[in-house]
Structure formats: structure tokens, C-alpha cells
């Protein structure tokens, strides 16, 4: 099912991310913003990459504070463009900044950020998938994916055999709270 518990038990880098968030719900506006943003980045590329950077990431991106990222202005992009620490994609930073912005309009429609995941759950992956495409930017199906995955939206983090999942099980994460049928697609 999930060739990531193979991988990440016992890895230095990927045992933490594995064991004390993937999958875990969360929901602190920075938070999500820096999960929507490695998932981003990692596009093309490999998650340890995105493990090894995220620390550059947070200091780039300034802890991932949705009002100074979407006031982030022509000398900040030059700036992210030329930091060999992270991933240097023109495309990537500018939907980061423009993300951050659609995530303060959130606040408007939604209340935040959280609370825009909430009133759209439970959904199928394909409608969440479309949600996100017209609703932010550099969000194909593999990053909405792993995104809702790793916020416990969608099912699938963890096989069920993996001491992670237990963990998970106790903080009934919002795929658990409905019916399983909804994510049948």
C-alpha cells in the first residue's frame, strides 16, 4: 500500500517526518502553508531533497508567514531565486507568493486557511483535486494528493501495519470521521 513506511522507519531524516507528522492533522495557518509549499517544490523532485531544504525553506520564506510571503515583491524573488538552499524554480516561488495571497483572501471567504479544508471535507480526491485548481496555484493531482494525505484529509499515509498508523487511529483524523465509501473513486 504505502512504500513510505518501508523507507522512512528508522531513516534519520525521514523517520521523524514519518512517525510524528505525516498523516497527523494540523491546522496552523504556517503549517499548512509550508506543507502546501514543500509539496510544491517537491514536484519533479524527491521528498528526502524537500527534508534536507525544508529548514532553508522556513528561513527563506520567512517561517511561512502568509502576510509577508504575499508581500513579498520583485527583490524578494530575486532574492529566493539566487539561494542555493532551496529549490530555485521561477514558477514554483511565484505560485508560493501568489498562494500566500489566495490564503489571505481565504480568511475572507472561509475564515482562514483550515477552516477552507474543513468546509470542503469529506470530498473524493478527484473533487478536491479540481478545488484546488481553481483555488490555488501549482496544485496538480499528486500534490493535492499528498498534501490532504499528509494532513489526514485523505486515507493512505501509513499501511495499516505500520506503528505510525496507530497513532494516527487516536487522533481520528477528518478521513476517518465519514463514511469510507466517499473516497471511492
Given at each position: 500500500?504505502?512504500w ?24 496552523g495557518e504556517?503549517?499548512?502553508?509550508e ?8 514536484a519533479?523532485?524527491s ?10 525553506f ?7 508567514d ?7 515583491g ?9 539561494d ?20 489571505q483572501a ?40 499528498e ?18 498508523h496507530?497513532r494516527?487511529?487516536k ?10 465509501s466517499?473516497?471511492?473513486?
Open positions: 500500500m504505502n513510505y513506511c518501508d523507507v522512512a522507519i528508522g531513516d534519520p531524516l525521514h523517520g521523524p517526518y514519518h512517525d510524528d507528522e505525516y498523516g497527523l492533522p494540523r491546522d504556517a503549517v499548512l502553508f506543507l502546501l509549499a514543500l509539496e510544491i517544490f517537491q519533479g523532485l521528498w528526502e531533497l524537500m527534508l534536507k531544504k525544508r529548514p532553508n522556513f528561513k527563506a520564506f520567512d517561517g511561512f502568509v502576510d509577508t510571503v504575499a508581500a513579498y520583485d527583490e524578494d524573488t530575486a532574492r529566493l531565486l539566487g542555493a538552499g532551496i529549490v530555485r524554480n521561477r514558477l514554483k516561488i511565484a505560485s508560493i507568493i501568489e498562494n500566500a495571497k489566495r490564503i481565504m480568511r475572507d471567504s472561509h475564515g482562514g486557511f483550515a477552516e477552507f479544508l474543513v468546509a470542503h471535507h469529506p470530498m473524493p480526491k478527484s473533487g478536491w483535486v479540481k478545488l484546488f485548481k481553481k483555488t490555488l496555484k501549482f496544485t496538480g493531482g499528486e500534490i493535492v494528493n498534501f490532504l494525505m499528509s494532513l489526514g484529509y485523505l486515507p493512505g499515509a501509513h499501511r495499516p501495519d505500520c506503528p505510525a496507530a494516527i487511529i487522533a481520528k483524523p477528518p478521513w476517518m470521521r465519514v463514511d469510507a466517499i473516497y471511492d473513486e
